[in-house]
């Protein structure tokens, strides 16, 4: 039997490099001869610079800078040649920032412009940044100041407060200086940066922002995109990482899809030609895996070459029918398995044994 095994992370608790071994350590309990190949997966996220370290010939850049309530945070910036890799979750995620001292008014992307600067010293001429998993809610205005950009009537580096009383964005101090850089945003959001479809109200929620504040948070980022530029605005994927991909636009960057350019980078499509079974997996299968997540990637991939794809998820959200039109045959669920309780507190036993349970019906 002859197995791909391709998982996300499993949020909180494994990484994608864990979760695959997890899955094989399961799956070989069964299939002991089995011919396994790994390929970690991500779509911009968190996990980004990992799952890339490990297939990309490059070195690893190890720098300090500052996270998204101001305190320093260490973080990495992958460098092969004249190609930088950033993971903008390094410096602006969610998970720097216990649930209790979330403030996403406050945050910002400083530290993703700390980042790039570092790559371009480095002598990067092409950035690809991984855009997900962030705390922030800046417009990327932070991101830009670390670069050189300057206002005046407020601040870029004070996160979605400091944009409520600008008068004026002077963006070609941050052009000049990254005159001759690529940019290549990487994410799986397509949104705009402002509206009912933008950065605030369809993200803002999940980073402390509440429903009564929408409404201001979104009118301090229009501020902003009037005095930078309102057209970029309105672009897909101006929204991403709470207005990052706003900024990388400003920047000339050109947008791609996470996962596709992380599938390009590990051969998934080479590996999946080559088995008779790609395994997927993620903390919580659901509607959202649809939408340029790594699930809808690796199915996708599969489905190309012909093959099954079965996922192994903490959780299992989606019926039969959403998952076939996914491309996905199967969905096995940790909590169901083993319980909830015990899911968190060993995901990666449970994962294995899951796995195993997989092994038993899929292996052959």
């Excluded at 500052?66 to 950033?86: D, F, I, K, S, W």
């Excluded at 636009?249 to 899809?257: C, K, P, T």
């Excluded at 079974?277 to 070459?305: M, P």
């Excluded at 909830?340 to 899951?354: I, K, M, P, T, W």
């Amino acid at each position: 039997m002859r197995v791909l095994i391709a998982p996300d992370k499993f949020a909180g608790t494994l990484t994608a490099v864990e979760a695959a071994a997890a899955i094989e350590e399961g799956w070989r309990r069964r299939d002991p001869e089995a011919e396994v190949l790994v390929a970690p997966m991500a779509d911009g996220g968190p996990g980004f610079i990992d799952v890339l370290s490990a297939v990309v010939d490059g070195k690893l850049l190890a720098v300090t800078v500052r996270g998204p309530l101001g305190g320093e945070v260490p973080a990495t910036v992958l460098v092969a040649g004249e190609t930088a890799y950033v993971e903008t979750a390094q410096a602006c995620g969610l998970h720097l920032v216990e649930p209790e001292d979330r403030r996403p008014e406050d945050g910002t992307t400083y530290g993703v412009g700390q980042l790039i600067a570092a790559a371009v010293d480095a002598g990067a001429k092409r950035i690809i940044l991984g855009l997900g998993g962030s705390g922030t809610n800046d417009a990327g205005a932070g991101l830009l100041a670390a670069l050189g950009a300057t206002a005046a009537g407020g601040s870029l580096d004070a996160g979605a407060t400091g944009l409520a009383e600008l008068t004026e964005v002077d963006l070609e101090p941050a052009r000049a200086r990254m005159a001759g850089v690529e940019f290549v945003a990487a994410s799986d959001v397509e949104n705009p940066m402002l509206g009912l479809r933008g950065a605030t109200n369809i993200f803002g929620k999940q980073k402390g922002v509440t429903d009564e504040r929408k409404p201001v948070v979104d009118g301090w980022l229009t501020r902003f995109a009037e005095l930078a530029d309102r057209k970029t605005a309105d672009q897909k994927g101006a929204g991403a990482a709470g207005g990052l991909g706003y900024a990388l636009l400003l920047l000339g960057a050109e947008r791609v899809s996470g996962i596709d350019l992380v599938a390009e980078l590990t051969g998934l499509k080479d590996k999946a030609g080559r088995v008779d079974l790609v395994l997927s997996g993620e903390g919580a299968f659901d509607f959202q895996s649809r939408d340029g997540k790594v699930i809808a990637g690796v199915a996708k991939v599969a489905n190309d070459a012909m093959r099954p794809c079965v996922v192994l998820a903490g959780k299992v959200l989606i019926g039969a029918r959403e998952m076939r039109t996914m491309g996905v045959e199967s969905a096995y669920s940790l909590v169901d398995a083993v319980g909830e309780e015990q899911a968190f507190a060993d995901a990666y036993g449970s994962l294995a044994a899951v796995a195993e349970r997989v092994a038993r019906t899929w292996a052959r």
